[in-house]
């Protein structure tokens, strides 16, 4: 009996000793199940188990016994042992625990520590458990980290996991621009753009619609959660709803031999889509490229480019950019006709050569025949416009000598591109050949400032010496002549008045000619020049006058 009350009060003093040395609760009360560490106090399916001893934050029972730190106090049971409960003494003050200034906040601990620490408690999908409340009353998305969370190819890879409030849920922990907080790295570090993911993201008049982020690696950044086609994932949208022709941007895009070129891919809503991302003129924006870097003509696409009466006709847009028609050729193709992007041109310009046809830009468009003016290259059709003048009088509609050619009076290019043909200087070069040029017409020239034509054997500038008359059967020429010579008026002539007045018969030589014999007047022409004129005056073979041959008694 002496031996008992000794071995109490040993362990009365003991206790005191301990006591004395412990961090304990502050108000020690009675404990109020001491039972509880009985046999199974640390066995999951016994009764007896720790964990299902105390409510929601009734930790201060146990630290009545193990101290506030959970290290000890009257037992000699350190629950924070590494092996145990490490993360266990953040909640030494339940009242600091949600309070991100205070030094015991839960998220401080994750700052060097691991969700596997939270789970002994909280349960493997952080939902609660026996003693602990769950973590995803405040953290829904929070199930997501377990092993293999930053491991694309676990099941636990976070890319997999739908977030039931979007990036809220991740905002609450990694901070609102994604870099990080108190207790969670920076998502940043692996995906560079993940910060445009704010309020108005999706609102054009909003400082973060994300059409308005410069994207550090391009749409790669985006790819990586929206999907290599931008189709969507588990936790984002899909980019086609708004941006139907997102997905050619893949690798390749650039390349015209790759199957993913942007030229192969059909455009379901036209130049629209590429508008959305590459602005209205096509010049690029905060995060789309210039197209008019490869494109140089692409801002001719605007509403009204199939309107001749439109500001924006392309035929304007082109006659503005020295008509540069292979520009057009990269999307329509190299016949025009069409390609994945770009319809056929060859509706309208159904003409051979179409849109490089010459009628395109001068002449009748819808008759491929008539490729002089009018129209000219300002789409004038009066005869008083410089660029269309007389056209139609030499090419056309000649009632004294055979059509004059194009080659006559301008340098006739071979192809559309040829050398001098699209080089910019307007108006077009007037370089006098053949006809213009024959006998002593080696002077001809065009005024451009005056708009008259000079020195051109066609209008006169011509002298047939009588020593050099050739016979005409057994009719020696020199008989007509009543001078040494024979000569036209050399007559200047206004290239756009265009009213019969500039040529008519007697304008260009005398009736007669200076130098040759009067036989009584314009009735007697057709005596020896007969089959080419008659008794009124009338040229009736328009291919034996102003031909460069004097054509006398059917010769």
């Not at 609660?128 to 377990?146: D, F, M």
Request: hydrophobic content about 25%.
């Amino acid at each position: 009996m002496n031996r008992i009350i000794t071995l109490i009060y040993l362990v009365f003093i003991s206790s005191l000793i301990f006591i004395g040395c412990s961090e304990l609760e502050d108000n020690i009360t009675t404990v109020s199940n001491p039972g509880i560490h009985g046999e199974g106090v640390m066995n999951l399916n016994s009764p007896n188990f720790h964990g299902n001893y105390f409510d929601k934050w009734k930790f201060s029972d146990c630290q009545n016994c193990h101290a506030r730190n959970f290290q000890g106090g009257l037992t000699p049971v350190n629950c924070a042992d590494a092996n145990c409960h490490p993360a266990l003494n953040i909640h030494q003050d339940s009242s600091g625990v949600f309070n991100q200034s205070s030094s015991n906040f839960h998220g401080r601990y994750l700052q060097t520590n691991s969700f596997t620490d939270c789970q002994q408690c909280h349960g493997e999908n952080l939902a609660g458990g026996l003693s602990s409340p769950s973590c995803a009353t405040c953290h829904s998305a929070i199930s997501v980290h377990k092993t293999g969370i930053i491991e694309p190819a676990s099941p636990n890879f976070h890319g997999k996991n739908p977030l039931s409030g979007e990036f809220v849920n991740c905002q609450s922990c990694h901070g609102e621009n994604f870099t990080g907080g108190i207790s969670s790295p920076s998502c940043a570090t692996c995906h560079s753009a993940i910060s445009i993911h704010k309020i108005g993201i999706i609102d054009p008049s909003s400082p973060n619609f994300h059409g308005k982020y410069p994207l550090p690696n391009g749409f790669t950044d985006c790819q990586q959660c929206h999907g290599q086609n931008f189709a969507g994932g588990n936790l984002s949208p899909t980019c086609i709803t708004c941006h139907s022709s997102i997905i050619v941007h893949k690798s390749g895009i650039s390349d015209p031999a790759s199957p993913n070129f942007h030229g192969k891919n059909p455009l379901t809503g036209e130049f629209e889509n590429c508008q959305q991302c590459h602005g209205a003129n096509f010049t690029g924006g905060s995060i789309s490229p210039s197209c008019a870097t490869c494109h140089t003509a692409i801002s001719v696409h605007k509403s009204g480019i199939n309107d001749p009466s439109s500001a924006n006709f392309h035929g304007k847009y082109l006659a503005n950019n020295n008509w540069n028609l292979p520009n057009c050729s990269q999307c329509h193709g190299p016949t025009y006709s069409g390609g994945t992007q770009s319809p056929t041109c060859l509706t309208c310009h159904s003409q051979p050569g179409g849109p490089e046809a010459c009628n395109t830009c001068h002449g009748n468009f819808n008759d491929p025949t008539r490729i002089a003016p009018p129209q000219d290259l300002n789409s004038n059709t009066v005869t008083t416009a410089k660029g269309v003048g007389a056209h139609e009088k030499h090419l056309y509609t000649n009632v004294f000598g055979k059509t004059v050619e194009c080659e006559t009076c301008h340098t006739v290019p071979q192809s559309l591109n040829s050398v001098g043909h699209l080089d910019g200087n307007l108006p077009a070069e007037v370089d006098f050949n053949g006809l213009a040029i024959f006998n002593i017409a080696g002077n001809a020239n065009y005024n451009s400032s005056n708009v008259t034509c000079a020195n051109t054997y066609c209008h006169g500038n011509f002298e047939f010496l009588k020593e050099s008359a050739g016979m005409y059967g057994s009719v020696n020429g020199q008989f007509a002549y009543s001078a040494p010579k024979m000569e036209g008026n050399k007559r200047s002539v206004i290239w756009n008045k265009v009213d019969g007045s500039e040529a008519q018969c007697g304008s260009c030589h005398g009736l007669p000619p200076t130098g040759h014999v009067d036989f009584g007047g314009l009735s007697t022409c057709t005596n020896c020049h007969f089959g080419i004129v008659n008794a009124q005056g009338q040229i009736i073979d328009k291919s034996k006058h102003i031909n460069g041959v004097k054509n006398v008694f059917g010769y």
